[in-house]
Nanobody
Framework: QVQLVESGGGMVQPGGSLRLSCAAS????????MGWYRQAPGKQRELVAG??????NYADSVKGRFTISRDNAKNTVYLQMNSLKPEDTAVYYC??????????????WGQGTQVTVSS
């Protein structure tokens, strides 16, 4: 089993910044990819940013404002969010594609952290 623990959410004014962290622990042979999703009330969960190896990808709505990074030694992924907008308000979830053994691979989710952008 693998656990993902997120931190760093909160409330911020429009134009502000937040940094989310997600640390993975447990039965980890290798983490293939990690990413951040978000879900706003009444909407479907959507991919915000992902990173596989050193290659990041972003939703169009956050390009130029959000940066995803990864510390492989710590099995941790970060999401630096700048120039936040009210429409960024959502619960943010960490996701990891984990190779637990040579033969077993699983996808795991964090518990979610609330990000609220409001004046």
């Amino acid at each position: 089993q693998v656990q993902l623990v997120e931190s760093g959410g909160g409330m911020v004014q429009p134009g502000g910044s937040l940094r989310l962290s997600c640390a993975a622990s447990g039965n980890i042979f290798r983490i293939n990819a990690m990413g951040w999703y978000r879900q706003a009330p009444g909407k479907q969960r959507e991919l915000v940013a992902g990173i596989s190896g050193i290659i990041p990808n972003y939703a169009d709505s956050v390009k130029g404002r959000f940066t995803i990074s990864r510390d492989n030694a710590k099995n941790t992924v970060y999401l630096q969010m700048n120039s936040l907008k009210p429409e960024d308000t959502a619960v943010y979830y960490c996701n990891a594609d984990v190779q637990e053994t040579v033969f077993r691979r699983g996808a795991y989710w964090g518990q979610g952290t609330q990000v609220t952008v409001s004046s």
